[in-house]
């Protein structure tokens, strides 16, 4: 019951109008929220905020809260969770304006699961499509979640090769969660909704709206550890999740592209400005898969769940102990940590996916295009 109770309090708070993300986090440095939630119900001028609220919460207010709970009560796959929650994902209360409410359509211990974004153009050529085709499917079979944001374009293709591989991908969305938008994405939308999550801060029912969709893309790169670039212009929209991705401390990824067209020139100034330059998913792994080691060991610390089953990374750590030369068993065993049992087996299954190969003396890793 407590718990419902403090649900009710951050959709009351977050109802008010004009009281964002960033504001919220802010005034909870000095009160709680059933003492901000208190002063917004009986003395909003108190706050002394800019552009001070006038008005005490309302009928109104109190009536969409009551038709979030019913949206959230309507399904068990319908959850509302806030910075407190304990499937709240930690990479995002880093932020300094981390999502006051969270809608999610969906299995939601999936968001505790470190994932890779991929963005790029609406208007992809056929080979950028089947560049984030193939890289999504490669990543999510190395266990990463798959986040986008089901736009046109490079976004669909990053969704669709993660299903087809039967991973897990996120859709992020610019309206709310019950919103599918663009329409012809109805059938990504569902397939998304059963492997994934189905992932908005706007209230259910929010239609599309021009200045949402640059929201959202903070959520994208804040949930994960890398964002990838495939095919951006230099006023693509997918710069912007680039650049919130570089602000929050994140890696980000381009792949290079024809200088003669244009239509990669925004990937190419993030490769000037420090972004990592790839051309297969090994680029993506070697970099991201100590960051997930530590994401989960943060997430098991602090939840005190079980995700072995779900998901341990096991392919992505013993990847990053086999080189391109040949590398003797021992030193695999010796730099994976695990025991010469597992990492057989394992390596096993990385050599049917086409990672690694068997050679005299050990295994290499093998270069994919």
């Known amino acids: 019951m407590f718990i419902k109770n403090e649900l009710v309090d951050w959709l009351i708070v977050s109802s008010v109008s004009g009281l964002g993300p960033a504001r919220i986090k802010q005034l909870l440095n000095t009160m709680t929220m059933a003492e901000l939630k208190g002063k917004l119900e009986h003395e909003p001028m108190a706050l002394s905020l800019m552009g001070a609220f006038s008005n005490k919460v309302g009928p109104a207010n109190l009536a969409l809260v009551e038709q979030a709970l019913n949206w959230e009560d309507s399904d068990p796959l319908h959850h509302i969770i806030y ?10 209360n880093e932020l300094s304006d981390p999502p006051s409410l969270l809608f999610i359509k969906g299995d939601i211990e999936n968001l505790l699961i470190p994932s890779i974004a991929i963005v790029g153009s609406r208007s992809a ?8 085709h193939q890289l999504a499917s490669e990543l999510s079979t190395m266990g990463l979640n798959v986040i986008s944001g089901m736009a046109i374009g490079i976004d669909g293709a990053a969704h669709q090769g993660a299903l087809d591989v039967n991973g897990r991908s996120f859709a992020v969305l610019g309206t709310g969660v019950d919103i599918i938008y663009p329409k012809r994405h109805e059938r990504l939308y569902h397939a998304i909704y059963q ?6 801060e706007f209230w259910p029912q929010v239609q599309p709206y021009s200045g949402n969709f640059p929201k959202r893309n903070r959520i994208i790169s804040g949930l994960s550890l890398g964002t990838l670039v495939v095919e951006a212009a230099r006023k693509s929209g997918s710069l912007i999740t ?12 381009a792949v290079p592209g024809n200088i003669l067209t244009g239509q990669s020139q925004g990937c190419h100034d993030l490769l000037r400005n420090g972004a990592k330059l790839v051309d297969n998913a090994q680029d993506i792994v070697e970099e991201l898969a100590p960051l997930c080691h530590f994401h989960l060991e943060q997430v098991k610390s602090r939840h005190h769940i079980g995700l072995d089953n779900a998901f341990d990374l096991p392919f992505a750590s013993l990847l990053a102990s086999v080189g391109y030369e040949t590398t ?3 030193v695999v065993v010796e730099h994976s940590g695990k025991t010469i049992e597992l990492v057989l087996e394992q390596l096993l299954e990385l050599e049917l996916q086409g990672w690694v190969t068997a050679v005299p003396g050990g295994y290499v890793k093998l270069k994919r295009s």
């Open 242 to 253: 680039a650049r919130l991705a570089m602000e929050q401390g994140r890696e980000v990824f």
């Open 328 to 330: 003797p068993i021992d």
């Open 125 to 132: 050529t056929q080979s950028g499509l089947t560049i984030a």
């Open 195 to 200: 492997q994934g999550c189905i992932i908005s």
């Open 83 to 92: 910075p407190k929650h304990a499937m709240y994902p930690p990479l995002l």
